[in-house]
Structure formats: C-alpha cells, structure tokens
C-alpha cells in the first residue's frame, strides 16, 4: 500500500465522517473540509474544525496489520479502538453498475450498432460516473447534469477521494452518509438518461468507522459472532457457508478471511443482487427501481431494426434504416468511436434538435474515445510505432491507416477470407485472491487498477505481435467497394472491462492471440512490485507438467512457480457472416469450458495457469443445441473422443507447432480428412490407417515422429512402447467411480479444423503478395 493510497482513504473517510448525516454545510465548513483536503497530501496542519475527524480516520490506520484479537472483550479493552466504535456517526458506502449487459449490447445484430452500446456503457462507466465526484474531463458536464435532474446536493458532497474503484462496469465509493441513497439513484438514472434501455442498479449503506477495519459488527457489539462462538458452531451450515469462501483449513484464518472489509463489500453485493432480481428494497426511501426503462409500442407502427420499439425516424443512410431514439444513440456513437465522418449528418437532421418552442437540443452523443486510440497511444509509449506500422510496408504511415467499419472488413483480411475469430477472455481465481489478500478500500483500489492495466497491456501486446495493418481488397459490396485498397487495424475490441476481454479478429490469427493474451497477461501481473503489504502474486507451489499437460514436446518453461491470476480464452472461428449474437453465445460457452478445466486442474494438481477452447464453426447449422451436446453426442463414442479441447496454453503452444509440422512435411490434405473420418471406425483401425500415410510420406516423418507421436501420443503406461498415434489415453482417476475403461482423445480434428486457417496454400499465398506489392507501389 503507497502511503499516497493511504492518505486518500483517510481524506474520504475524514470528509465522511466530517458531513455526517449532515444535507448541507455552510460556507465556512466546506472551506475548512476543502482545506483539509489539500493539507493531507501534503503532510501539512489540518484546520482545527476537522482535527478531530482526521484523528479518527488515522487511527483506523493504526491499528495494526496483524492485530487479531482473539475476543471481543479484547477489542474492547483497547481504549482507542472503542471509540472508533462508539462514535455514532455513519460513513456510507455505494456500490452499482449496469446489469444485464449483454442483453443490451448485443440486442441489435450489426457490428456498428454493438460497438456504440459498449462504447456508451464504458464511457457512462469510466467517464460520466467519476465526472460526478469532480474526476475526469467530463466532471463540469456530470456537476451540471446532477445540478438538472434533482441532485443539486450532490455536487457539494462528492469529491474524487470518494470513489475505490470505477472499472470493469460497476463503481465502488464512500459517500456522506445523507447522501447514500440519492447517489445510487443517481448513478440509475444516468445510465437509463444516457442509454434509455440499459438495465442498470446501485445500492448503499452505511456503517460505524470500526466496522471498515473489522467488518459487520452488531450493536450492542457484544451480540456479534467472534472466533471461540465460530469455532463452537462452524458446523452450522449456514455459518460454515457464510465463512468458508476459500481452501483455507485455518478456522481463525478463514474467520479473518470474511472479517474485513470484504464483508461490508459483500453485504452490498447481496443487496445489489436482492435489487436488480427486482424485489423491494427493506428501505422505504427507495422503490424498487428508481428508473425503469420502458417503451410502449403499438401494433400499427413501425418498429426499428430491433424489433423491440417503435421507430422514430427515417435516415438516409444505406437501406434507409428506421430508428428509434435508443438505437440512434448506439448507432451514432459506434460510428463516432469509428471515426466515421462521411455518414454522421443523419444523427442531427433526425434525433439532434426538435423544434417545440424553440430549438431544444434532446440528446448529444459528445465524443467516444476508441479503443484503436488507446492502442495507438500504447504504441507510441513503448517505442513500437515504426516496428509495428512498416512490417509488413517500409513506406505505410501510421495516418494512413483507418479502423476496420464492419466484420466484413476484418473477414476480408483474413486467410482464408471471409472468416473472423472471436475471442472471449476471462480472469481465473480473482475472487480467491480478493477473499485472501485484499481487505481494505485502498488495496481494492490498487487491485482493480493493477488487474485493468494488466489486462489491456496483454490485448495491446498480443495485437501489436500478431496483426500489423492489412490491405482491403476484393470489397464488392457497393457500400464498401469505395474502401478496397484501405490499410485498416484488423481487429475490433468489442470492450476490455477488468479481466474481461472480447474482441473479434482475422481467423488465421485468433488462437495466437488469444494465446498471447493469457500468457502476457500473467507477465504482466507478476511485474508488479511486492512489499511486506503487498505479498504480490508468484506462488512457489509447483506443479508436474507431465500430469497437467498431454503435451510433451517440451517443457513449459515455468511451473515450478506460477502466477496465482490467470486468464482462460474462448475462441469461436466462424463465417464473418454469422449473427454476432449466436457467435457470442457460443463464445461464452466456450469461454465457460476453459474457465471448467482450469478449476479442475487447480483443484487436482495445483496448476493455475491458462486455458483455451476453441471451435471452427463451418457452417451455423452445424450445432443444434450447445456445444457441450454438440461434443457429447456427435464427438464421441464409448470411450472414443475425437476432439482434445479444451487446451492449457502450453498445450496450445504445441498444438499450433504441431499444425507447423504438418505444414512442413507437406501431409497431404485429402490424407488429413481421410484419417479424421476414419476416426470414428474405432481405435484400432484409425492407428493402422495413420501408420500407413505416415511411412510413405516423402519427407518429415522423422519431424512428424517427433513433434506429433512422441509429443501427444506416449502410453502413459510406461511398460506400453506401442504405437498409440493419433490417440492419446487418459487413464481415469481413482476418484472417478463411474470411469471405468481409459478414454482415449484425439488432436486430429482439432489440427485438420485448423488447418484452413494456419496453413495458406499457394494460391493465397500469391494473392497475398500481389496485393502488397501493390500496396508498396501505392
């Protein structure tokens, strides 16, 4: 913990704790807390007036880390620490977010559309929200706005020390304890004011200075359940669920795990979810929710493109699409995240002024920072520009390049074309490492925005890596035709929210990237500094590779320490033409399979690293049901699996080595789909079939030998020295009582799915290079 974090969580408190249950303070007063406010930072004398709140926040922050005491009458004893309990003023506590996002985002089915309600969601989220406590460029838009719709009060009682965290979609803040309820109201109506259909919820209370360091406390104290009563009754199903949140056998460990500051956060968390699922709130000052969004729509009226309200107005753009007010709004702001000037006029001819009295301006979209932007400023700050922009051209200048429009575009690009990959990445063990590390407000602070920083940086790595500009050619669509020869950024970044990340890139890209991103990621989380408060996040618990990956070419080059945060990937290869709603859908599924395997393999051999599953989808009827069915049903047989997904990273590594082999040794394609449907005739038919193509291959047996059958395919009997190819055996676990026969799975199809992609032919291979020497010519 920075002593600069320190001094800001004692500003908020103090300013907390300085307002009271206080709606107004007269000039003098905030003066005095205004003073205060510059005089913290700089160790400098505090106004006499707030002497005493000051006192108070700094002896929260004296107590030291260790102290457990084993008793309440213990705690009591402590002459300082009661009367941190004794003093009766509140201090509050806000915490809220938008909800159901993805039914908001992905409600309309072209990528522009998506692309505006995630940027409006994030700017609401990173921009508009802080602007309230003062922070940001946008605070004297937000003062105003507050000042228009009946929160004038606010604007005296926020300040930017306030808030603990604003990433990853929700915001966690201190507040003034009278200002509790009018803040997450506030924090509701911006979000329903700026989106009008996004589904959004705040909830806050309010809680004694102690209670910050000790967590809930009972009044009188003496009724709260302390460590001997724990110990007594841990075996009551509900104390032993509320207390056991992580692996932790420790009872007074485990007690010290919930009592802190995370028990007020999940108290909130509890009370958020009682609010959004749409239940009353047991505070009469609230309804249920403040601002619902509804329209009301009509049978005889035209509907937008959502099919879910009534259209407002025409536009002239193509296909003289009808709006109504919520999709102009995504619309608008997808294309000035986009940059995309030629065709904005529509916005204000139709949804920027309507004529009542006078001229009354009813919405402005204000400007949307992209996520290209950010890249382009992460670029120039690790010295990559001229790496990145001439790789492929000596002569391309960055201004040069635009952002991709639409999939269409990326899909162009892409090898083979007309294929993009969507990348859906999550993070592993962030709530075990919360409940284990991080107890107080300015650790939660530091964590959020260490995690953010973390993620984003491996996005830009992998990106920077992997895709530098490509050329459009070939766009025959009249709408887009006017692009071809356009050098574009090949890539869309849907959002990057905490540790979540979705993009959509070129196909023959997709698995390196999101491979790349896992492994940046941990980087970039062990970069971070350690201190005595801070034990930082390298774990000294090693693993055995042999166990945890079936590949064996070579070892990863760490697991004798690993990162305790990880990331795990969903990668959906498909058609640029698929409906983004069902290929998110199925990213997800796939996302939640990698998340399934790097939890099991946590649990069984204390492997934290990432994973991967992915799936080429060729054609949108390929999968009825979901994935899981699709796997179960048509993938397998007995103890047959002709797929190996999902992967570790490392075993991603070498199944992309692998498809390098392939392409190596020239393995014929006909022969690769004639041994993959061969599969399913049985074990033993597929290992004579495989043994007959690879001897008469002319050249790279020696490298398939090696980097396929001793890789992926060794017995893991070790008196076995037969031949297993293409299988690899997975013997059940002693705990396993329903597997009774060893399974055996395959690389095969995942390597002849990907093979499309990885391996140009020559024809592609001649295509692209015409058209980059046209490029240089141009």
Known sequence: MTKDSRTRTITALAWCLAWGEKHNLNQD????????????????????????????????????????????????????????????????????????????????????????????????????????????????????WLNNNQFAELRQALIPELIIYSTGGSILAFCPAAFVHQLANAIEKRYTHETLTANSCAVGDTFRLLEFRFGLLQNPIENTLWIEEYKQKQSNPIIEAYFDQSSESDLEEKFWQRKNFNELVGKLANQFTHR??????????????????????????????????????????????????????????????????????????????????????????????????KFKLFLKKSDSKKEYYQALNQTLKPYKVTEALSLREI??????RGFVGYIYADGNNMGGYLRQHIRTPEKYREFSKQVLDATQNSVYIALKKHLQPRQLNHLNDPDNAYRNGQWIYPFEIITIGGDDVLLIVPADKALDIAKTIGEEFEREILKLPESSESPGFRLNTPYDPEKVHRYQGEKPSEYTSQCELSMSAGVLITAENTPIYYAEELTNQLLKSSKKLAKELKRDYKYYGGTVDFLALKAVTMIASNIKDFREEGLTKGNLKFYASPYTLHELGGLLQTVEVLKNAKFPKSQLYQIRSLLERGKHTAILNYRYFRVRLQQGQAELETNFENAWCQPKDENNHGNLAPWMSIKPKESDAEAEKTIYETIWRDLVDLYPFLVEDDQTSANQGEQQQQGVKQ
């Open 29 to 144: 007063e905030l003066s005095a807390l205004h003073q205060m406010r510059q005089a913290l930072p700089k160790e400098q004398v505090v106004p006499k007036s707030t002497e005493s709140v000051v006192q108070q926040a700094q002896r929260l922050y004296d107590i030291p880390k260790d102290y457990v005491p084993k008793t309440l009458n213990e705690l009591k004893e402590k002459e300082d620490y009661l009367k941190l309990w004794e003093d009766k003023t509140r201090i509050g506590l806000v915490y809220g977010g938008a909800t159901k996002i993805k039914q908001y985002v992905f409600e309309a089915a072209k990528l522009n559309d998506i692309r505006g309600a995630s940027a409006l969601l994030d700017r609401i989220n990173l921009d508009d929200i802080p602007g309230f406590f003062g922070e940001g460029k946008r605070s004297q838009q937000m003062r105003k």
């Open 276 to 373: 959004r699922n749409g239940n009353v709130s047991p505070n009469a000052e609230r309804q249920s929710r403040s601002y619902p969004p509804m329209f009301e729509t009509h049978p005889y009226l035209q509907r937008d493109e959502t099919d879910n309200r009534s259209a407002v107005a025409e536009t002239d753009l193509p296909g003289t699409p009808s709006f109504s007010d919520a999709l102009a709004r995504k619309v608008i702001v997808g294309q000035r995240s986009k940059r995309d000037k030629l065709r904005q006029g529509w916005y204000n001819e139709n949804f920027g002024f309507r004529r009542l009295s006078q001229d009354y301006e009813l919405w402005k979209p204000d400007n949307v920072r992209s996520w290209v932007s």
């Open 411 to 416: 899909g162009n690009v892409s090898t083979p």
